[in-house]
């Protein structure tokens, strides 16, 4: 069932309880209002005659005997004789018996009970409804007391059939109108309900459509008023717009795994290739000459070394992108950086590579993975520089700045922006020998410990690595 539906199912049963209530809440005070006017006119009448009858003595001291007579034979009071408009009267004997009636008929008799002849005795008026020749009437017996003793009993009565049928057309007319007021907002109901529901409708259609499309671009379009459905409209297009950048970052990552899956797969081309060809030149027969098997020999393994090396990089860049977590430990690092630069040294011993460190500064971080982002800075400042290498650190508020600064050619703009690239190298020809991992690998390395990898370059002057790491609380303490 719709929403739809049920809201105008809802607000249609609403609709009805409430006419129903209305509708039986008036039918019984119509009811109860035509009753007490009903025996207000006959207590009147009652009354009436009780005065009319309070001067004659009572039937065992008249004449005539016992018996049933007409009114006019049994008092002349003009009241008495002329009563109300559909309004029917009788007189009875202490006793219960008719005395007289218009007719002087014993057959005109009206009901009385048992229980109401005994509460006139006790000279209480008696209300109570009757059924005479298959027609409801209203009988109130009101006895006629003289010093203290009941000589008669006056019956009024009055038919009920005009209030029953104005009764029953009220709730006829209630009846119809109820249904036919509801019907009618159902109808109401059922076009308001659609009406208010169109943006949600619109917006259902729009999430099908971009599901089945895939156009993240596409947005509700909704210009009603900053209510619920207009916030629903609102938070639909935020969501659309972060599963939008969701989407564009999972098929960039996927364009950045394609493209390093076939930069590695060429990276690795080339000395299997390499390595391929010399096995095949190695079982030639005759054989090659013993001087020409020992070049192939070194070949190969100059390209497994290679291989070794891109393995190891592809593994420790496998591992800063995981999900494990670096330790963290204070690391003094005046020992770190005087370590790094003793094994870069070894590389070229007549490089000058200077430190300014102070003894004092501790980081918060992993040391293997610290010193091996400083083998990488100060290995590319080796290769892309021929002068004097510097290293310092220094705090900067809660950070620790560790600076590798190079006298090389520098980095042209159009190409710094991408040194951190994987597989980036910006002179494919050139001498230098490498993968394009390194400051990937480096930057990851930092990031997974809380810190930052930045470079600065300038054509002409050199290149400045800043790597930017958390003080540890200690160090930070003695600083204060």
Known sequence: MSIRLRLTLLYSVILASTLAVFGIALYSLQSQYTLNALKQDLSTSAEKINQSLVHIPP???KDQGNGTVPFREFSDDIIFLRLPERE?????????????????????????????LAAVQQKKGWLEQGTVDAVDLLIFSYPVVVNDQVIFI??????????????NSLATTLTFAGIITTLAAFGIGWVLSGYTLRPIHRITQTAQEIGRERDFDRRVEYRGPPDEVGQLAT????????LQDAYQQ?????????????DVSHELRTPLTTLRGNLGLLQRKPPLPKIEQQDILKDMES???RLIRLVNELLVLARADSGRSFSKESISLLPLVEEGCKQTRLLDPERTITTDVDPSLSVQGDRDALKQVLLVLLDNAMKYSDGTIGVQAAKVGKLVNIIIQDEGQGIPPEVLEHVFDRFYRANETGEQKGFGLGLAIAR??????????????????????????????????SKV
């Open 59 to 61: 039937m065992d001291q």
């Open 88 to 116: 029917i009267a009788r007189i009875l004997d202490p006793e219960g018996n008719l005395i007289a009636s218009p007719n002087g008929m014993s057959e005109e008799a009206l009901p009385l009970s048992e229980e109401g």
């Open 154 to 167: 006056v019956q009024v009565a009055r038919p009920l059939t005009e209030r029953n049928n104005s009764l």
């Open 235 to 242: 938070t639909f297009n935020n969501m659309l717009a972060r």
């Open 250 to 262: 999972v098929a960039k990552s996927l364009e950045m795994q394609r493209n390093f899956v076939a």
């Open 303 to 305: 390209e497994s070394d």
């Open 444 to 477: 990851a390395l930092v990031e997974k410990q809380d810190g930052t990898l930045t470079l600065e370059s300038e054509v002409g002057k050199g290149s400045k690595a800043i790597v930017s790491l958390p003080l540890t609380e200690e160090g930070n303490a």
